[in-house]
């Protein structure tokens, strides 16, 4: 998942949100140096991906692409499934997405010491180009799959992506609904099972 499902799955805990946010750039055990919430979330992000990644429903879009993106399918897929989210947050926030994400970049940048470096590069452009509450529009997506294809030096082609997302933006909406459902329930129970494994050490 990216960004966006990275947060929410989260659930209420400020540092469990910042840790699965920036657990993409924490490697291995180094995840040990930061408070126990931002760990847990660090350590929810990692399942969430394990179980994301093995899913029939997530395969099921992902061989939609392969063709054409190869092993970059996976990463498009996270993307394409985040603007789902945002498109369709009403059916899971009670809190407006523009406020959502306000708060949430609140929250970053009062913690920004805690960030690792690459994530503090990152949140100045995040924040003035507002790319959660953008991955609800096509125009949004298509401006991250330009900045990702821009990152593998244009090998990638992941720029064309839209193309396939709009010849068959039902079938990607009916696969991340049914997925969501599921991973919310999984990662419900993850939080829970990461949490106790802390408060028994």
Do not use: C
Not at 25 to 54: M, N, W
Not at 73 to 95: P, R, T
Not at 100 to 120: G, H, I, W
Not at 129 to 135: H, V
């Amino acid at each position: 998942m990216n960004f966006l499902a990275h947060i929410y799955l989260s659930g209420d805990n400020e540092f469990v949100t910042i840790g699965n946010f920036i657990a993409d750039g924490i490697r291995g055990k180094s995840y040990k140096k930061f408070p126990v919430d931002v760990q847990i979330g660090i350590l929810l992000h990692r399942e969430i991906d394990t179980y994301t990644d093995a899913h029939p429903i997530v395969r099921q879009s992902t061989k939609r692409l392969h063709k054409n993106y190869s092993h970059y399918s996976g990463v498009i897929v996270d993307i394409l499934y985040d603007h789902f989210l945002a498109k369709n947050w009403k059916d899971y926030s009670n809190v407006p997405l523009e406020v959502y994400v306000e708060q949430f970049y609140d929250s970053l940048e009062a913690n920004f010491e805690m960030l690792p470096n690459r994530t503090q590069r990152m949140l100045p452009h995040m924040i003035a180009d507002n790319w959660l509450l953008s991955y609800a529009k096509i125009e949004g997506i298509q401006r991250v799959l330009d900045g990702m294809n821009r990152r593998t030096k244009n090998i990638s082609g992941m720029n064309t992506a839209t193309n396939e997302l709009k010849q068959y933006y039902a079938e990607f909406e009916n696969e991340f609904t049914s997925f969501f459902e599921e991973l919310r329930a999984f990662t419900k129970q993850k939080r829970i099972d990461i949490t106790k494994t802390f408060q028994h050490k």
